[in-house]
């Protein structure tokens, strides 16, 4: 009752100092739109281990987080927008852990990782943010209590432990981690879904070469490599599997048939993964059938059981 009055009068008391001064509203409703964060992140305890393999990118997973990753520079704007979806993600644990009758001392809340190629020194400073010791060149950490850090990729160190961040880049220290990539084995953790990915991105790029910016055209210039090898990969893929089926039939015409048939089913296999996205960006199933090398039937069917 008494913290209640006592909005109620320091309100009113200030309504009134400033009313000849300007427009005042007791009790103005701030509208809150509904807000996206890029990637929400909560990891299971007993599969931690598996991240290991990430390096960097490994250990900011490692606990509780939101990731917003960004092409362009990151300005003053961008960091307070990713603030607002923080503050409002951690509200709403606390509003879950206590409808959940959860201690306030075993609340998690989220950390946030803003990605950015590049930020500079007055938005650091603007931010309070420094460059962090724990977790090295290129990571910088804003005020503890706003559980925030700014990675600049550009100034992560070529590493191996670096990788997988700098592959988020762009220009020449995303074609150095591109490399670096497509030189790891094939038995490496991570690697061929990310060459998927990669690969995914280029046809997408492909389809709107007529519009895209020299950015752009830059990125679909450093993904090629990445495509041809991630279709030759499929392909040998298919008809590895084809050849054991040959074997295991015991006969040479198994053999051969099943060389052909690997070649088609390793198409058809990394198309059924990555089907829905090219199809959700607009791409034609004629087009996708071209650059994938398939039959055109064949997407049309598997896009009816999509």
Partial sequence: MTRTAHDQFAKNYLRDLFANSGTVQLGYTVTSEVKEVDLYFQPNPDAIEALQALGLLGRVASTFCLIEPYRNAVQVEHVQACLSKLLEACLQQRRDAKR???????????????????????????????????????VYLLPASLRTAIVVLHQLPITLDTLWLRLLGRGSVQTQAISELIALSQAYAFRNVTLEHLANLDLIMKTRQKRLSKDEQELLTNLSPVYKLWKAETIEQGRQEGRQEGRQEGRQEGRQEGRQEGRQEGRVESLSRILPVLLQVGMTIEQIAEQLQVDVEVVRQLAQNT
């Fill in 100 to 138: 959940d009758r959860v201690p306030a001392k075993q609340v998690r809340l989220p950390h946030l990782w803003i990605m950015a190629p590049t930020a500079s020194q007055a938005l650091m400073q603007s931010f309070c943010a420094q460059e962090s010791e724990q977790w090295g060149e290129g």
